[in-house]
């Protein structure tokens, strides 16, 4: 596709979030000045949003317009073009701006002039003033078609009913609900179907960049789910084997867990594009984890069968090759040697080496489930605040108070690691084929609750 | 990697994988500035950058020859295995048939088919529990890597890390089948040939079973030979004295029923583990999602691209410009009160109010301006919302109504509890810019808090000052 990109300027009155517009639709944090003040942008620039290496849509930050009333009575003073009003905002652009009294003004109408469309942006929480009219004919005087976008509305301020049916009167009935602080996926969806509302003719590359973002958003749960499994895999599976005199080992233990979950979160903010200090974790409460073998204890027993089962396997195959040294004269009893070798060796790995370690005065160290617990929940409910974050929010990330399993199935997911040390990267060493498995059906768990429990509320 | 020499995918692949490791556990993406402008000029999908940045890196050369070298090991180890499943298969079948006598045929079958089944089994349980592959393969390639490692490689060995990506249960299953299968097969092949060139005296025989459980023996183990064609009890003798038919029979027999239970169960899981195995030359969807992938996206393929300034500022600041003010307090006489753009304003309640109006578009502020201009009086109080953005409008009308006045002015905020509630520094700044509207406007008086409910003015408490 060869389309010059859709051109859309962000347009609005001083102070209303169309700068903020521009960070959350480009997942910039860095875009533009972001300032509760009037005039925090005075220049007009550009951003391409890119499908691939292609540009679909250019968005151009205006400054906000400060003065339309008195800008409307200047204009009335040149009654020649009256009766057109595109022609009378095109020799007001020709014009010095009377003096350059109405210099931003001019930069936003002459941009919009340029574009296809526009977004103004409206501050929900603000009443529809006399000036806030001015400015909307103002605009529509300009001759491009005009989306309003009411800001701000997850803010209990929000008036969004009299800004409708304010925007009504002027006839201005497709608008969009876009918060720019606090995300919502569907929200801008549906933004980017009302632009192909009014611009039909672009409408296809609108199609194609919802889409590609629908991905992107889809991409980007995956990503932050392999982060949440990795973290919680790593931290079960854990297991430090230590002599059983006190030593400083609890407290790097729990150092250890604590560096990971803070590189869990730093890793979620760059997923997420946010900056890395945005989050600033409360201490966790690690606790002494002490590994107690109870035999009876059905995990360890379905664990047991387990790794039976593998040993087997890899003895089998290893009972080939004798049977083929032997000459074939043994008919697979080096097979059956190999697999009951096999068994045997699993059952050490499970069970003896922890008894033995036991009797020669070792105890292993493990995170407790209640700690797992946090950890998970802390994660998630950070993944559903980032989710909920757009990229104009300057607050810190807050999750609120989380404790308990989010869900009973990721429980039990999280502690089968335990019993498998070779999972964990902080161990030291990982064997990655063999915890993929578990890696991909946690992550798989992670994105059904993440999908299916919808965004939290901010 | 500098050189363009073309490598197996699967190298390749395993390159890129490791790098994405190697990446994650350092906890961010290297810096390799040259190799992520190779990746982004080259262009093409996420994927295909991705594989290009890992052969640009500083040092994937190494690691490339590293790891294809890991792969020939590989590659002669299941050779190896192979082979000596072969020679095992058919040393079986003939140890099975060197008989000097008759040769059991239960014992040939169990001989041929019965380890094998019943590993068989023991796999597919596996997979019903999810447990791990064949470790002992594994470990074997891992000693033989290390073995053949330079001095100094040591664990940085792009090599044993391939080892760990490689270990999928499916690939090494795959291996573990095709080594089975190769037994079945040679043990088949060796079967046949010997049946055709060598005459034997084929029977079934027992020490435990009489006549009907050996009948009932032969009839359980026919079932699915007889789907492939093969004669059963029913149209062949199972004991003495055999006709050359039967005895043809009973050949044909044997044949079919390794074939049907050593050679294609094994080929089934065969077939499902190669299915079960990722394509070897590109990187899957999901795994593009990998941390370590996905942190690159934004570097490698980014989604947005600044175009910058396209219309720079010339005009002067307005509103934000600092100008000096004199607190001065409120004279005893009424005052005239006028509510900028905020018709909810009450009406004034307190006995200081002379008169009190709204303003919000051209033809009130006229209005309002043409009254004051009539009317003298001791003091003009312009009553805001703290909330509203001081911008060049509010500036304009306020400095019109002012000069209209032609009397001492103040600004009184009403609604701070609102901006007060955005924070302290939030809060100190919207005052300061309000304080910079009112010296702008000409209300050289200051600033005064405004309570909307009662109407009454009051000096901005020091928490909102």
Redesign the interface.
């Given at each position: 596709m060869n389309a010059p990109p859709i051109q859309l300027a962000v347009v609005g009155?001083?102070?209303t979030g169309k700068t903020s517009l521009l960070r959350t639709l480009?997942?910039?944090v860095r875009?533009g000045e972001v300032?509760?003040?009037?005039?925090t942008t005075?220049?007009?620039?550009?951003?391409?949003?890119?499908?691939?290496?292609q540009?679909l849509i250019?968005l151009?930050d205006t400054?906000?317009l400060?003065?339309?009333?008195?800008l409307?009575?200047w204009l009335a003073l040149r009654a020649q073009e009256a009766a057109d009003p595109v022609a009378r905002i095109e020799s007001f652009l020709r014009s010095d701006h009377d003096g350059?009294r109405y210099?931003?003004e001019a930069?936003v109408l002459?941009?919009l002039r340029r574009s296809d469309a526009a977004l103004v942006v409206i501050d929900a929480?603000?009443?529809l003033?006399?000036?806030h009219r001015?400015e909307l004919r103002l605009l529509a005087e300009c001759g491009r078609p005009l989306l309003p976008v009411l800001n701000f509305v997850a803010d209990p301020?929000a008036q969004t009913g009299p800004w409708r049916e304010g925007l009504a009167r002027i006839g201005l009935h497709v608008l969009a609900d876009f918060d720019t602080v606090v995300f919502d996926h569907a929200a801008e969806q549906r933004l980017f179907d009302k632009i192909g509302l009014l611009l039909e003719a672009r409408a296809a590359q609108l199609t194609i960049f919802s889409r590609?973002r629908a991905q992107?958003r889809e991409?980007?749960i995956?990503?932050a789910c392999?982060?949440i499994a990795?973290l919680l895999i790593d931290a079960a599976a854990l297991q430090w084997r230590v002599p059983n005199e006190p030593s400083s080992d609890l407290t790097r233990l729990q150092s250890v867990v604590r560096h990971a979950e803070q590189?869990c979160v730093?890793?979620l903010l760059?997923?997420f594009?946010f900056e890395l200090d945005a989050f600033d974790p409360p201490p966790l409460p690690l606790d002494q984890g002490r590994w107690k073998l109870d035999p009876f204890d059905p995990e360890a027993l379905r664990l047991l069968?387990?790794?039976t089962?593998?040993?087997?396997?890899?003895?089998?195959?290893?009972?080939?090759?004798i049977?083929?040294?032997l000459?074939?004269?043994s008919?697979?009893a080096g097979?059956?040697l190999g697999?009951g070798a096999?068994t045997a060796f699993s059952l050490y790995r499970s069970h003896g080496r922890r008894w033995i370690d036991g009797l020669r005065g070792y105890r292993a160290l493990m995170i407790e489930e209640e700690t797992l617990a946090l950890l998970a929940a802390r994660q998630i409910a950070l993944l559903h605040a980032l989710l909920r974050r757009g990229h104009a929010a300057t607050q810190a990330v807050r999750t609120g108070i989380v404790s308990g399993w989010p869900l009973p199935e990721l429980r039990d997911a999280v502690l089968r690691a335990r019993a498998h040390p070779e999972w964990s990267?902080l161990n030291g060493a990982?064997?990655?084929?063999?915890s993929?498995?578990a890696r991909a059906s946690l992550v798989d768990l992670l994105g059904r609750h993440v999908r299916g429990s919808g965004p939290a509320a901010p | 990697m500098n050189a363009s020499t073309h490598h197996a995918p699967l190298a390749e692949r395993l390159l890129v994988e490791w790098v994405c490791h190697r990446e994650e556990a350092a906890g961010h993406p290297a810096p390799a500035g040259p190799a992520d402008a190779t990746a982004m000029e080259q262009g093409g999908s996420f994927a295909a950058r991705l594989h290009l940045r890992a052969l640009r890196l500083p040092g994937s050369d190494v690691a490339l020859a590293q790891i294809e070298r890991t792969l020939f090991a590989g590659r002669v180890m299941i050779t190896v295995l192979l082979l000596f499943s072969t020679m095992a298969g058919a040393f079986a079948a003939s140890a099975a048939l060197d008989a000097a006598a008759s040769v059991s045929l239960p014992l040939i079958l169990f001989a041929l088919v019965g380890i094998n089944l019943l590993m068989l089994a023991l796999w597919v349980l596996m997979q019903v529990v999810r447990a791990p592959g064949a470790s002992w393969l594994v470990a074997v390639w891992t000693g033989v890597v290390r073995r053949i490692a330079s001095r100094g490689e040591g664990e940085n060995h792009a090599g044993l890390d391939a080892i760990r990506l490689l270990a999928q249960r499916w690939r090494v299953g795959a291996v573990v089948h095709a080594a089975w299968l190769s037994y079945a097969l040679a043990g088949l092949v060796t079967l046949a040939l010997l049946l055709i060139l060598r005459r034997y005296e084929l029977s079934w025989q027992t020490t435990l079973l009489d006549a009907d459980g050996l009948r009932h023996l032969a009839a359980v183990l026919s079932l699915v030979p007889r789907l492939l064609g093969a004669p059963g009890p029913e149209v062949l003798a199972l004991v003495e004295p055999f006709t050359d038919a039967d005895r043809r029979g009973w050949a044909q027999w044997i044949l079919l029923a390794v074939l049907a239970y050593g050679v294609l169960p094994r080929a089934v899981a065969l077939l499902v583990c190669l299915a079960m195995l990722q394509p070897a030359g590109a990187l899957e969807a999901s795994a593009l999602n990998r941390p370590g992938h996905a942190r690159l996206r934004e570097r490698l393929m980014p989604d947005r691209r600044a175009v910058g300034v396209v219309d720079a500022d010339r005009a002067p600041q307005s509103v934000n410009a600092q100008a000096g003010i004199s607190p001065c307090a409120l004279p005893d006489a009424p005052l005239h009160g006028v509510a900028v753009e905020w018709p909810q304003a009450r009406p004034p309640a307190s006995a200081r109010w002379k008169w009190f109006a709204h303003v919000d578009d051209t033809a009130s502020r006229d209005e309002v301006a043409k009254f004051l201009r009539g009317e003298s009086s001791d003091g003009l109080v312009l009553v805001l919302r703290a909330t509203a953005t001081p911008d060049r409008g509010l500036a304009r009308a306020s400095a019109a109504l002012i000069a209209a006045a032609r009397a001492p002015a103040w600004v009184a905020l009403g609604d701070l509890d609102a901006l007060e509630a955005r924070g302290a520094e939030a809060c100190a700044q919207r005052l300061s810019d309000w304080r910079a509207l009112a010296a702008q406007a000409g209300a050289q008086h200051g600033l005064l808090g405004f309570d909307a409910k009662q109407g009454v003015l009051s000096a901005l408490t020091e928490k909102s000052a």
């Open positions: 009155h001083t102070n480009t997942r910039d875009f300032c509760d003040r009037p005039a005075r220049d007009v620039s550009a951003v391409e949003l890119l499908v691939g290496e540009s250019r151009f400054p906000g400060e003065d339309p009333i008195g409307q009575g350059g210099e931003q930069k002459r941009q929480r603000e009443p003033l006399a000036k001015e301020a590609y992107q991409a980007l995956d990503a392999r982060q990795g590189r730093n890793d760059a997923l594009r069968g387990i790794r089962g593998s040993a087997v396997a890899a003895g089998a195959a290893a009972g080939v090759s049977d083929a040294m000459g074939g004269a008919l697979g097979a059956l697999a096999g990267a990982q064997d990655a084929a063999s993929e498995e | -």
